[in-house]
Nanobody, 123 residues
């Protein structure tokens, strides 16, 4: 599975960004998809995950109510809509895919990773 991430950038606090992750190489609608982020010198932090059917989503507490994960299986793409961004959301954001569920929150439980995209939130 290859994952191509797009949509990062610089935004002011309170603003919004949408990250996209396009998958190729495997039947997308069988994959559990997730988003993580990472700061230099830190471990990757779980943000959100979504089941293959979109029936179930799960978020880390710090982004609940602000971020929304969604997917379009017809387009083989998963999204992360980020609203009310804060400076502490600044990080390198990664898309990931897993062949098994349920909804995992640890990076080692995922099988495929896209390249990171930088999100910078200015105060």
């Amino acid at each position: 599975v290859q994952l191509q991430v797009s949509g990062g950038g610089l935004v002011q606090a309170g603003g919004s960004l949408r990250l996209s992750c396009a998958a190729t190489g495997r039947t997308f609608n069988t994959l559990y998809m997730g988003w993580f982020r990472q700061l230099p010198g830190k471990e990757r932090e779980f943000i959100a995950t979504i089941s293959p059917s979109s029936r179930t989503t799960y978020y880390t507490e710090s982004v609940k109510g602000r971020f929304t994960i969604s997917r379009d299986n017809a387009k083989n793409t998963v999204y992360l809509q980020m609203n009310s961004l804060k400076p502490e959301d600044t990080a390198l954001y990664y898309c990931t895919a897993g062949q098994a569920g349920p909804l995992y929150t640890r990076s080692r439980e995922y099988d495929y990773w896209g390249q990171g995209t930088q999100v910078t939130v200015s105060s």
